[in-house]
């Protein structure tokens, strides 16, 4: 973290959950230095609002990840698939919220409040539960 805050990247930005990721981000006041909107080819150039700030969606790429420190993913399992692990080389962690992770014993499945401490364990990667699970 640099001292305003994180690189954050919002991969799915355009869709529900990705929508309500960023009013998360935004009403816990969460530490965000930058933010970098990633949807598909086809949605980028767009714009969402985030702190009262437009804010261009980009194209989910490999390259977009440079210097990208927190990765929060809900774009389907096949784009989790193909770009988690490039976000990872690129130096973020990744929090995935689809399913494409959540059976791989070499990838934490952490329930907030019930198993953190398994956040130590992960290699850039963190699955979570789907949302009839998770509920905050």
């Not at 954050?8 to 009403?27: F, S, Y």
């Amino acid at each position: 973290m640099n001292q305003t805050g994180y690189r954050i990247a919002v991969v799915g930005a355009t869709g529900a959950v990705g929508q309500q990721m960023l009013k998360t981000l935004e009403r816990l006041n969460f530490p965000v230095a930058s933010l970098l909107p990633l949807s598909s080819k086809r949605s980028a150039g767009k714009k969402v609002v985030f702190r009262g700030e437009e804010i261009t969606i980009q194209e989910a790429t490999p390259e977009a990840f440079e210097g990208i420190q927190l990765a929060l993913f809900s774009a389907g399992g096949s784009v989790s698939k193909a770009l988690a692990p490039e976000a990872v080389k690129r130096g973020a962690i990744v929090v995935d919220n689809t399913s494409a992770f959540r059976m791989d014993p070499e990838i934490p499945l952490v329930v907030p409040e019930v198993n953190e401490e398994d956040l130590k364990n992960h290699q850039g990667i963190i699955a979570n539960p789907n949302c009839s699970t998770i509920q905050w």
